[in-house]
């Protein structure tokens, strides 16, 4: 039987929260967002207004993301219908940032 493995260490931890973070890999998401079109979340940021937003609240958000204490807002729930004409499909639409 093969051993656990050891849980990661907080500095790992910490260094790829760094990464999440780092200009690069917000552009990135953004555009992921933005081609797939992207509906706002609970909050009604739209992707158009994102970058503003991201602009002056940034060292806040990415202070709370690095400490741990970011709370994420609840999720948008809405209902697809199904091409077929067979239900709908549930969907869950998260925040962009807030």
Do not use: F
Request: aromatic fraction near 4%; include cysteine; charged fraction near 30%.
């Amino acid at each position: 039987m093969a051993a656990d493995p050891e849980p990661e260490s907080p500095s790992a931890c910490d260094r790829l929260m760094e990464e999440v973070c780092e200009r690069e890999n917000l552009q990135q998401a953004l555009k992921r967002v933005k081609a797939n079109k992207g509906a706002p979340g609970v909050d009604g940021m739209t992707v158009q207004a994102l970058p503003a937003y991201l602009r002056e609240h940034w060292p806040s958000i990415k202070d709370a993301l690095l400490n741990g204490t970011y709370k994420p807002q609840p999720v948008r729930r809405v209902e697809i219908p199904k091409p077929d004409g067979g239900g709908v499909r549930k969907l869950g639409i998260p925040t962009a940032i807030s």
